[in-house]
């Protein structure tokens, strides 16, 4: 069963940088696409970055050119380098692994991004 944690949340002023890292435990594949997501408080889950081995990253509108995803497949990690954060980027982040299209796994416990001053 894959299983997915989260880490390297916390609180930030407007204009600062954050970086999240997701460990994956269980089989994780270079043709996986690893994803970062984020809910905020009263808002649907949305996508945020996703990152496919030898492939262009794709990013939400509301974060291109500020964030940026990266992964180690040798460690089964991916991370997602936040700059020039917004109070709009306040949310629980999450990591997910889609194979084929499909999330595989279930959702980790998140790291709380809270972006204020």
């Known amino acids: 069963q894959l299983q997915l944690m989260e880490s390297g949340g916390g609180l930030v002023q407007p204009g600062g940088s954050l970086r999240l890292s997701c460990l994956a435990s269980g089989n994780i594949f270079s043709g996986d696409t690893m994803q970062w997501f984020r809910q905020a408080p009263g808002k649907q889950r949305e996508l945020v970055a996703g990152?496919?081995?030898?492939?262009?990253?794709d990013y939400a509108d509301s974060v291109k050119g500020r964030f940026t995803i990266s992964r180690d497949n040798a460690k089964n990690t991916v991370f997602l380098e936040m700059n020039n954060m917004k109070p709009e980027d306040t949310a629980v982040y999450y990591c997910?692994?889609?194979?084929?299209?499909?999330?595989?796994?279930?959702w980790g416990p998140g790291t709380q991004v809270t972006v204020s001053s």
């Open positions: 997910r692994v889609s194979r084929l299209g499909i999330l595989v796994g279930s």
């Open positions: 990152l496919t081995t030898g492939l262009s990253p």
